[in-house]
């Protein structure tokens, strides 16, 4: 025990749990495990800074504040709202109408944002209030939305994949593509899903409008719907990178926010800024503690040791493959995805290759598992929605997500 004690790797894991469970923010229990044994060891603490730094200098990662501002200028411009009252007029007053456009609604949107709980801020306000008055239970509906949000991490554009493709070293474009096939099966097992529990309790969607209203709201919505065709089509056409994409998303954004629907604003403008610096701060922030957490994990033999200690438990790779995807799992409920992807993968980068599993295919898996993570609780990022239910409606709403994403997503861990 003593010997335990004076061993810089079992403090690296203890100073990072300890934190958490007193509920520090995931970023500061990264960096201060990370500053504290660095210091108090004396391994280098003048590379602390260095790090720091080139955790966030790289190009791919230059993707990440380009699609939060994408998505947010395609939120504020009014996108979200015409695709919405398209969908809308597209599934009319079927069995679970609204809930079905809801799904759909969210894996179009993700093809957009790239992260969850931007798909949650953009589609919750308007979705769940409108689900509420059509006669749908709120939890469910506060359930539909952020369960259907992880999808946004799931198909392409997606923040995960960026983050994944930079630590392995894999190409970003092949991630996405990797993404889209899984991405649309498990919307259509949470369509399937949602359906039947609104035939269980009679919830339905609006009516639908006559002709020519549905070709208005087509024509409305035709801007919004043209956006995953530029940005996917142009990555993998091979006109630009996916950071490059990015970029081509924003002064799209812009461009019909200015010339055609004309809602963009001074104000507007503003608010778009200042909400992209704020949740670009606080992506980056995570993956600059969550890099020192990382570097110091090498240093001090962390990564070796676990690796070597999952490698020995069994040669069966289902065994290991089926404890991977529990631990990611469990991961889930504590952090968010950008802290598991850096805390993890430098610990299975070694089974994987020792398994000969290809990255890419892994890399899906495990962002598979990180949107379960984020409808998990206690942490459960998409279920911060901005919408009004109490605390009772919390709690359901969090039983029916986990219900709803193993339903639509389980068969993928088989």
């Given at each position: 025990?003593?010997?335990?004690?004076?061993?810089?790797?079992?403090?690296?894991?203890?100073?990072?749990?300890?934190?958490?469970?007193?509920?520090?923010?995931?970023?500061?229990?990264?960096?201060?495990?990370?500053?504290?044994?660095?210091?108090?060891?004396?391994?280098?603490?003048?590379?602390?800074?260095?790090?720091?730094?080139?955790?966030?200098?790289?190009?791919?990662?230059?993707?990440?504040?380009?699609?939060?501002?994408?998505?947010?200028i395609?939120?504020?411009?009014g996108?979200?709202?015409?695709?919405?009252?398209?969908?809308?007029?597209?599934?009319?007053?079927?069995?679970?109408?609204?809930?079905?456009?809801?799904?759909?609604?969210?894996?179009?949107?993700?093809?957009?944002?790239?992260?969850?709980?931007?798909?949650?801020?953009?589609?919750?306000?308007?979705?769940?209030?409108?689900?509420?008055?059509?006669?749908?239970d709120?939890?469910?509906?506060?359930?539909?939305?952020?369960?259907?949000?992880?999808?946004?991490?799931?198909?392409?554009?997606?923040?995960?994949?960026?983050?994944?493709?930079?630590?392995?070293?894999?190409?970003?474009?092949?991630?996405?593509?990797?993404?889209?096939l899984?991405?649309?099966?498990?919307?259509?097992?949470?369509?399937?899903?949602?359906?039947?529990?609104?035939?269980?309790?009679?919830?339905?969607?609006?009516?639908?409008?006559s002709?020519?209203?549905?070709?208005?709201?087509?024509?409305?919505?035709?801007?919004?719907?043209?956006?995953?065709?530029?940005?996917?089509?142009g990555?993998?056409?091979?006109?630009?990178?996916?950071?490059?994409?990015?970029?081509?998303?924003?002064?799209?954004?812009?461009f019909?926010?200015?010339?055609?629907?004309?809602?963009?604003?001074?104000?507007?403008?503003?608010?778009i800024?200042?909400?992209?610096?704020?949740?670009?701060?606080?992506?980056?922030?995570v993956?600059?503690?969550?890099?020192?957490?990382?570097?110091?994990?090498?240093?001090?033999?962390?990564?070796?040791?676990?690796?070597?200690?999952?490698?020995?438990?069994?040669?069966n790779?289902?065994?290991?493959?089926?404890?991977?995807?529990?631990?990611?799992?469990?991961?889930?409920?504590?952090?968010?995805?950008?802290?598991?992807?850096?805390?993890?993968?430098?610990?299975?980068?070694?089974?994987?290759?020792?398994?000969?599993?290809?990255?890419?295919?892994?890399?899906?898996?495990?962002?598979?598992?990180?949107?379960?993570?984020?409808?998990?609780?206690?942490?459960?990022?998409?279920?911060?929605?901005?919408?009004?239910?109490?605390?009772?409606?919390?709690?359901?709403a969090?039983?029916?997500?986990?219900?709803?994403?193993?339903?639509?997503?389980?068969?993928?861990?088989?």
């Amino acid at each position: 025990m003593e010997t335990l004690i004076h061993e810089p790797a079992f403090w690296t894991i203890a100073l990072f749990i300890i934190p958490l469970l007193i509920r520090v923010p995931i970023a500061v229990a990264l960096g201060s495990a990370a500053i504290f044994v660095v210091w108090n060891w004396d391994l280098g603490y003048q590379m602390l800074s260095y790090s720091f730094f080139s955790g966030i200098a790289k190009f791919p990662l230059l993707a990440i504040p380009f699609f939060i501002l994408a998505g947010v200028i395609m939120e504020k411009v009014g996108i979200a709202e015409r695709i919405i009252a398209l969908i809308k007029q597209l599934v009319g007053d079927m069995t679970g109408g609204l809930a079905v456009a809801t799904v759909i609604v969210a894996a179009f949107w993700g093809a957009v944002s790239g992260s969850g709980p931007a798909t949650v801020a953009a589609l919750g306000l308007i979705l769940i209030p409108g689900m509420a008055e059509a006669g749908y239970d709120k939890a469910f509906a506060a359930a539909v939305v952020s369960v259907s949000a992880g999808l946004a991490i799931i198909i392409p554009p997606s923040i995960s994949f960026i983050v994944y493709g930079d630590i392995m070293q894999q190409s970003v474009g092949t991630l996405f593509a990797a993404g889209v096939l899984p991405g649309i099966v498990v919307a259509a097992f949470l369509c399937v899903s949602v359906w039947l529990v609104s035939r269980v309790h009679g919830y339905r969607g609006a009516p639908r409008g006559s002709a020519s209203e549905v070709l208005r709201a087509l024509r409305d919505a035709f801007w919004g719907l043209f956006t995953p065709v530029i940005i996917l089509g142009g990555i993998y056409g091979g006109i630009f990178t996916p950071t490059e994409a990015a970029a081509v998303a924003v002064f799209y954004g812009l461009f019909v926010g200015v010339f055609i629907y004309r809602t963009l604003t001074v104000r507007i403008l503003y608010e778009i800024l200042s909400e992209t610096v704020a949740a670009t701060s606080v992506v980056m922030i995570v993956v600059t503690c969550a890099g020192l957490y990382s570097w110091l994990g090498a240093t001090v033999g962390l990564i070796d040791k676990i690796a070597a200690l999952l490698l020995g438990i069994s040669e069966n790779p289902v065994v290991i493959l089926l404890m991977i995807n529990i631990i990611l799992l469990f991961a889930g409920m504590l952090l968010d995805a950008i802290s598991i992807a850096y805390v993890f993968l430098p610990i299975l980068a070694p089974v994987i290759m020792a398994f000969g599993w290809d990255p890419i295919w892994f890399g899906v898996m495990m962002t598979v598992n990180m949107a379960i993570g984020q409808v998990t609780p206690p942490v459960a990022v998409n279920l911060a929605t901005p919408a009004p239910y109490d605390g009772h409606d919390v709690a359901l709403a969090r039983r029916l997500s986990r219900s709803l994403m193993r339903r639509g997503t389980l068969w993928l861990h088989q």
